[in-house]
């Protein structure tokens, strides 16, 4: 009873503050607080940007992602992470490769706190003999997953950006940029991807195609200020698609936050780079069944649609082929899971990914078809649910009352 109550006045507590979350911060002292210019990006904004913290208490969680396709229909998603956002904050590599008939293999492993490395001047995380590395500003990256301490699965590419980076605004989403946030740069909207990749039993492969690199980190555990996200990328008729559209938690006050970005490969010109329910207006398709058996709630969304206030219009479908579908209900307080409260009240966290045919539509109303990926992350909760620390500090910024979340 007493972890109930705790719970229903940390829920109040948030209730009070919900009128100050924003969605992305675009303010000019917003920019000024973080040292970032307005629609110029710079090498530093792809390093690390979170104080270096370990522990299951650590507060600040950080990843630089990577995905990509191959010309023979092959993709390859490969991640390094500060912190395990799922129990124990260790620095983790994750690699998932799927082969053109749709089987994907790979693996997520967590390291110990002493492994991982971080610059903060641009990208160069390591975990181990893995690395995720700028060599030539925003525009080169050096990409390796080491075989030998991933069980056989390994890395080895090099991407060169299409296209410059790309933020909404600041990146930053939440209450303010200085506490409860969830940020985002795409530092490679598209770039081409050469190199090889490793599978269990030493068997290596050549990968030449196209890829995308995007960096998160916030403040606060996930399940705090989102319950769940759709987000994809794809590209038609050499225009490069990207979408996101995040649902906020009862924390955040169940904000939606769609983000669009539309630009030319050839041009290198941006059609689209709009954000806020004011500039886009998304839709969602009709439930279908979802192809994984195990998933608890049986349908997903059939996909989404984003429309621009300037007349472009991004259709991602979901469905088939599926290229992920993962269990994070193991990050549940076991609590929780003895009396039955995760079911009761639907905490199962689940990821799933699909391969997407995105459909672009230009103002004047005509289409074309294209290629992508489109996932569907549903945090609802994670292990720092009830953990109480989150509320550790309530104060006053500028006569408006906002908190720090500690995840």
Not at 61 to 87: R, S
Not at 387 to 401: K, S, Y
Request: proline share 6%; with cysteine.
């Amino acid at each position: 009873m007493v972890v109930v109550a705790l719970w229903l006045v940390s829920l109040l507590a948030i209730a009070i503050v919900n009128t100050a979350a924003q969605g992305v911060l675009d303010k000019d002292l917003d920019y000024l607080l973080l040292g970032l210019k307005k629609n110029k990006y710079e090498v530093w904004e792809d390093g690390r940007r979170t104080p270096i913290q370990y522990g299951p208490n650590a507060t600040f969680f950080e990843w630089w992602y990577f995905d990509a396709v191959a010309d023979d229909g092959t993709t390859i998603v490969f991640g390094i992470y500060t912190a395990d956002p799922y129990g124990t904050n260790r620095p983790v590599v994750n690699i998932q490769i799927t082969n053109p008939d749709g089987k994907t293999v790979g693996l997520q492993q967590p390291f110990p706190f002493s492994a991982g490395s971080w610059e903060k001047s641009h990208a160069n995380a390591r975990v181990g003999a893995n690395y995720f590395r700028s060599t030539g500003g925003l525009d080169t990256y050096q990409l390796y997953c080491d075989p030998a301490s991933m069980n056989g699965f390994g890395l080895n590419v090099t991407l060169k950006a299409n296209l410059p980076s790309w933020r909404p605004a600041t990146g930053y989403s939440g209450l303010s940029v200085a506490a409860a946030y969830f940020a985002w740069f795409v530092a490679v909207p598209e770039g081409g991807v050469t190199g090889t990749f490793t599978l269990p039993g030493g068997i290596q492969k050549s990968f030449k195609g196209t890829g995308y690199h995007d960096h998160n980190w916030g403040d606060v555990n996930l399940a705090l200020l989102l319950s769940h996200w759709w987000w994809g990328r794809g590209k038609a008729n050499g225009k490069v698609l990207i979408g996101a559209y995040l649902t906020g938690s009862v924390f955040s006050g169940y904000l939606k936050g769609p983000l669009m970005y539309i630009a030319d490969v050839d041009t290198k010109k941006i059609l689209v780079s709009e954000y806020g329910n004011d500039n886009i207006d998304v839709t969602l398709s009709p439930p279908i069944p979802h192809p994984d058996p195990l998933y608890p709630r049986k349908t997903i969304g059939g996909g989404i649609k984003f429309t621009s206030s300037s007349g472009y219009a991004v259709m991602m479908n979901s469905g088939s082929p599926l290229l992920d579908s993962r269990d994070y209900s193991n990050t549940i307080p076991g609590i929780l899971a003895i009396i039955g409260l995760d079911k009761l009240l639907d905490l199962h966290p689940w990821y799933t990914r699909f391969a997407s045919q995105p459909t672009l539509k230009y103002p004047n109303g005509t289409t074309t078809s294209g290629v992508g990926t489109l996932e569907y992350y549903e945090l609802v909760c994670i292990h720092s649910f009830v953990d109480f620390q989150i509320f550790t500090r309530l104060m006053a910024d500028g006569g408006v009352l906002r908190f720090v979340a500690r995840g």
